[in-house]
């Protein structure tokens, strides 16, 4: 009876402040983006020594296509003359201009992570800082313009750290289903354009489909999402279009696969709200479901009848919109009285003291 009535009473969960929720998704989701970039640009590069013998013309394309990929195409014309590797590299690194530059998302990143450095653990925040202190320095500027791939491989292994230290030092509570539900949108949505970049932007001529150029191609979107061991583990054979899109498509246990996210997002979405699966409580969680279902019950055959382009330019209007309505459910800015959230703010804090 003693023991019992010295217990700690049940503790209340409160619900997390939107603006703290806004911070975790979009850390989440800026360090994933800085890393897919570094990645795009890193085996791009290393593509090209594959073809010296590539025109101006065919440089030109070739470096544009990846500015398309990331809806800047207008926005780089403005400020450069030419799509070269100098120019493209360049503003999809260090710009600041660009908002999507590894730069710009690296100090987005930061600055989400201080406005809640209060919630995440020493250790993540270290490597925040970190990496936005390199990218600042005289080194890095050296480092890219002399081994842009060990430049670029250094972005890469910052993320993975992030990831795993969030993992192993932040508490898997709802703040980490924000984290991990902004890096798998930015995931799926990266793995789709990188797609749609190859089968639709840098379509080859029907002379070199199968050809020497068509299959390097082809291997390097593996490569950009990391998936050329598993992606020979998983069918042993040649690289062929059809296989590379089934498996960056509908793969259920590649981490970078469109499916697979989508399952991940869908799962986070369900641990925030707690809805049990086969129902859904917002419009998030309803076209997610349904995303999943879709490629759970579609062939690759019936893809490519329909058209590659045609069936991805179909997902992700869909998964824009999904992150609008996660948005407006979970992070809008409600007016709320400011001493209540100050009030509701300490008792978090109070919550997370050891008892004695």
């Not at 990331?70 to 780089?76: R, W």
């Not at 791939?149 to 910052?158: D, H, V």
């Not at 991940?264 to 809805?275: F, H, P, V």
Request: include cysteine.
């Amino acid at each position: 009876m003693k023991a019992a009535a010295l217990a700690a009473p049940p503790r209340r969960k409160l619900p997390m402040l939107s603006r703290v929720a806004n911070s975790l998704y979009w850390l989440g989701r800026y360090f994933e983006r800085a890393e897919n970039t570094a990645r795009l640009l890193d085996v791009n590069l290393q593509l090209l020594l594959d073809f010296e013998k590539h025109d101006d013309a065919a440089l030109t394309e070739h470096w544009l296509s990846i500015i398309h990929s990331t809806s800047s195409a207008e926005f780089f014309a403005k400020h450069y003359a030419k799509a070269d590797a100098a120019a493209v590299t360049e503003f999809m690194t260090f710009n600041t201009a660009n908002p999507n530059s590894i730069l710009s998302c690296t100090l987005a990143a930061r600055e989400n992570a201080r406005m809640i450095r209060d919630r995440i653990s020493l250790e993540m925040w270290e490597t925040v800082n970190d990496l936005h202190l390199f990218l600042h320095s005289r080194e890095a500027r050296s480092l890219w313009q002399h081994s842009p791939t060990e430049f670029y491989a250094r972005i890469k292994n910052a993320s993975h750290l992030f990831q795993g230290l969030t993992s192993a030092t932040f508490p898997h509570d709802e703040g980490y289903n924000f984290i991990q539900l902004g890096r798998f949108i930015e995931r799926a949505d990266k793995t789709i354009r990188l797609l749609d970049l190859k089968y639709h932007i840098l379509l080859p001529a029907a002379d070199d489909v199968g050809g020497a150029v068509d299959t390097a191609q082809w291997r390097a979107v593996l490569r950009c999402a990391s998936a050329l061991e598993a992606y020979r583990r998983f069918y042993v054979s040649e690289i062929l279009p059809w296989k590379v899109s089934e498996f960056l498509l509908f793969s259920e246990t590649f981490p970078r696969s469109v499916r697979h996210c989508l399952g991940q997002i869908d799962l986070y979405l369900r641990r925030i709200s707690g809805t049990p699966v086969g129902q859904h409580s917002n419009e998030a969680e309803r076209l997610c479901g349904r995303l999943v279902s879709e490629l759970n019950y579609t062939s690759i055959d019936e893809v490519f009848r329909k058209g590659l382009h045609e069936f991805l330019s179909q997902i992700l209007p869909v998964l824009d919109q999904v992150g609008a309505i996660i948005f407006d459910t979970f992070m809008t800015h409600r007016p709320v009285d400011e001493v209540a959230e100050v009030r509701l703010h300490q008792q978090e804090e109070q919550q997370q003291q050891p008892r004695v």
